[in-house]
Nanobody, 122 residues
């Protein structure tokens, strides 16, 4: 059974920073590409960023390029998302996701975390 456990999130003023972290719990010790989706009220879920299991490839939504950084350097099957210069439109529930390939992770990831709220006040 694969489980994703997220941490971080919260409330911040516009222009501030937040960091999200996620770890995959998997008894098979497989390697996963990981990423983050988000869903704002009344909107569809959208990809924020993703990273291959090796860390060699990344993908970002245009709306967060230059402001958000995804990384998996700390440990296997962990991912962090550093969010800088936050805007009110970044307010959403952020979901950690994982799958065996970067392509699957960006399109239709198999595994999802519970979600964590990020609120940016103006």
């Amino acid at each position: 059974q694969v489980q994703l456990v997220e941490s971080g999130g919260g409330l911040v003023q516009a222009g501030g920073s937040l960091s999200l972290s996620c770890v995959v719990s998997d008894r098979t010790f497989s390697s996963y590409a990981m990423g983050w989706f988000r869903q704002a009220p009344g909107k569809e879920r959208e990809l924020v960023a993703a990273i291959s299991w090796s860390g060699g490839r990344t993908a970002y939504a245009d709306s967060v390029k230059g402001r958000f950084t995804i990384s998996n350097k700390n440990a296997k099957n962990t991912v962090s998302l550093q969010m800088n210069s936050l805007k009110p439109e970044d307010t959403a529930v952020y979901y950690c996701v994982a799958d065996r390939s970067l392509e699957a992770t960006t399109l239709k990831p198999r595994y999802w975390g519970q979600g964590t709220q990020v609120t940016v006040s103006s």
